[in-house]
């Protein structure tokens, strides 16, 4: 078999994973033994090359148009395109990660907890790989979106969240003035801007227990089925987290 017709075919499987990704806005699991895959085949390229060089060096008689070159041209180009097929698939994932943060109003754990949606298309796509036992059985068991993650990822996901914290803390609040004066009031950097908020109160009802928290007017048990009338900016990160909804 002549393994030249085949570089680039792991690559392109990793592209089509992303963009079923995006045609579902799932989040797959993440794929390492298709990653580490292509990075062996990476190396391999890479002494292939060192090995051609080597030849053609050694070769007194080569003619002056390199004999070696389109062969060498040929591995460096597979090269640069798998390079560019792992950087697509991580940036796809990235970008989809923090579209979660966002949407979560920043909430971390919350995040990390969050059922994906098609989990089962990923099991069955692990199933595909000749695991379909194990598959059925990660199946079973209960799923969240950081058993999809790499561990690169689930620190990524805390580098920016404190990336995020530290530009809140040292930007955008009042207490953080410079020399000019800075602003009087703290800014939420998370809250969601697609509806801009008419009043300061807020009618809410709860859909999801989330415990006693303290308010600006004291604290306030939220238990699922009440409504309560309170100050917006007290409990807007409650309603992109999904705890309240705003009547």
Same mark, same amino acid.
């Given at each position: 078999?002549? *393994?030249?017709?085949?570089?680039?075919?792991?690559? !392109?499987?990793?592209?089509?994973?992303?963009?079923?990704? !995006?045609?579902?806005?799932?989040?797959?699991?993440?794929?390492?033994?298709?990653?580490?895959?292509?990075?062996?085949? @990476?190396?391999?390229?890479?002494?292939?090359?060192?090995?051609?060089?080597?030849?053609?060096?050694?070769? /007194? =008689?080569?003619?002056?148009?390199?004999?070696?070159? /389109?062969?060498?041209?040929?591995?460096?180009?597979?090269?640069?395109? *798998?390079?560019?097929?792992?950087?697509?698939?991580?940036?796809?994932?990235?970008?989809?990660?923090?579209?979660?943060?966002?949407?979560?109003?920043?909430?971390?754990?919350?995040?990390?907890?969050?059922?994906?949606?098609?989990?089962?298309?990923?099991?069955?796509?692990? =199933?595909?790989?000749?695991?379909?036992?194990?598959? =059925?059985?990660?199946?079973?068991?209960? @799923?969240?979106?950081? $058993?999809?993650? $790499?561990?690169?990822?689930?620190?990524?996901?805390? $580098?920016?969240?404190?990336?995020?914290?530290?530009?809140?803390?040292?930007?955008?609040?009042?207490?953080?003035?410079?020399?000019?004066?800075?602003?009087?009031?703290?800014?939420?950097?998370?809250?969601?801007? $697609?509806?801009? /908020?008419?009043?300061?109160?807020?009618?809410?009802?709860?859909?999801?227990?989330?415990?006693?928290?303290?308010?600006?007017?004291?604290?306030?048990?939220?238990?699922?089925?009440?409504?309560?009338?309170?100050?917006?900016?007290?409990?807007?990160?409650?309603?992109? @987290? =999904?705890?309240?909804?705003?009547?």
């Amino acid at each position: 078999m002549n *393994n030249a017709s085949q570089y680039g075919d792991l690559a !392109t499987q990793l592209l089509t994973e992303s963009r079923r990704s !995006t045609a579902t806005n799932t989040l797959l699991k993440y794929n390492d033994v298709l990653v580490r895959a292509i990075i062996r085949e @990476q190396r391999d390229l890479e002494a292939r090359i060192e090995a051609a060089l080597a030849r053609s060096t050694a070769d /007194p =008689g080569a003619p002056a148009d390199d004999t070696y070159m /389109p062969t060498i041209l040929l591995y460096q180009t597979a090269i640069l395109r *798998n390079k560019r097929c792992l950087l697509a698939y991580h940036h796809h994932r990235l970008e989809f990660l923090k579209d979660l943060y966002w949407s979560v109003g920043g909430a971390l754990p919350l995040l990390l907890a969050l059922p994906p949606a098609g989990a089962h298309t990923a099991d069955a796509h692990a =199933g595909a790989n000749g695991q379909a036992a194990a598959a =059925g059985a990660a199946g079973a068991a209960p @799923q969240d979106v950081r $058993s999809k993650l $790499s561990p690169h990822e689930v620190d990524f996901l805390r $580098s920016y969240a404190a990336s995020l914290l530290t530009l809140r803390t040292e930007a955008f609040s009042s207490a953080a003035k410079g020399p000019a004066g800075g602003i009087t009031e703290d800014i939420d950097l998370l809250a969601p801007i $697609s509806h801009p /908020p008419k009043d300061l109160q807020v009618h809410v009802r709860v859909v999801r227990d989330c415990g006693v928290v303290h308010t600006e007017l004291g604290a306030i048990d939220f238990k699922r089925g009440h409504r309560f009338l309170v100050r917006r900016s007290d409990i807007e990160h409650l309603i992109v @987290q =999904g705890y309240l909804e705003e009547l």
